[in-house]
């Protein structure tokens, strides 16, 4: 009986949490965003704010180890280790759009799979960077790349195509507003996921006001297939 007791208790609480759960991502996106910003606090360690002009030196060229230790400021305040791995083998963009601070992005291919099809990535984003919109297309070694997105620390805006949703407009770069075809916004926080709305869609995220980590679950990602809709952009 006791054991019986302890299953129908289980089972409750099991259920309770997932109603909650429901209800917590039935609400309004503008409700969800606010929950999330207020939600990935990281203690009392304060946010670096940055411009563009800091990572630029006066010839305009980008500097890439001043931008890394932004990255690595954030690593630090969102307690993620930093790894051998990664001081070697993470990248850092600026998209040759000379707006690092607003427009930008660091990042690690964990794994790139063409003969099994699989893709494992983690996206860096200093407090409000955002990716530059882009779409992933078949090439001859595989098909469109497919993606989801799950946010380990901080929180992003996801953009994509699909019903505009104003509210959220105003977290796009104004240099990239103009430009972008994706104006359907979902807001991700920690442990929440989302999925790229169907193939080939253009698509950005925008992070929050204290930066995000993000890992990306795909299918083989193959360079080729990479465009862009600024045409100024570029890896």
């Not at 990664?86 to 427009?103: P, R, S």
């Not at 660091?106 to 779409?135: K, S, T, V």
Request: charged letters at 25%.
């Amino acid at each position: 009986m006791a054991g019986d007791n302890d299953g129908v208790s289980r089972r409750s609480i099991l259920a309770g949490a997932a109603a909650a759960a429901g209800a917590a991502l039935a609400g309004p996106l503008s409700h969800r965003a606010g929950a999330a910003e207020k939600g990935c606090a990281s203690g009392p360690a304060k946010v670096k704010t940055y411009r563009s002009a800091d990572f630029y030196d006066a010839q305009g060229e980008f500097l890439v180890e001043k931008a890394r230790e932004a990255y690595y400021d954030m690593f630090r305040r969102f307690h993620y280790p930093i790894s051998e791995k990664l001081k070697k083998e993470m990248w850092i963009l600026d998209f040759h759009l000379g707006d690092f601070a607003q427009v930008g992005m660091a990042g690690i291919f964990w794994l790139n799979r063409q003969d099994y099809g699989y893709f494992g990535h983690e996206i860096y984003l200093l407090p409000g960077q955002m990716i530059g919109e882009h779409c992933h297309l078949a090439t001859d070694k595989g098909p469109a790349k497919m993606e989801s997105w799950h946010p380990r620390r901080g929180m992003v805006y996801t953009f994509g195509e699909g019903e505009p949703t104003p509210e959220h407009l105003d977290k796009i770069p104004a240099s990239q507003r103009k430009l972008v075809h994706s104006k359907h916004c979902t807001p991700l926080g920690v442990d929440e996921l989302a999925d790229l709305c169907r193939l080939t869609s253009w698509h950005f995220m925008v992070a929050g006001s204290e930066g995000a980590l993000v890992t990306e679950y795909g299918t083989f990602h193959d360079m080729d297939g990479l465009k862009w809709s600024n045409p100024k952009a570029k890896v």
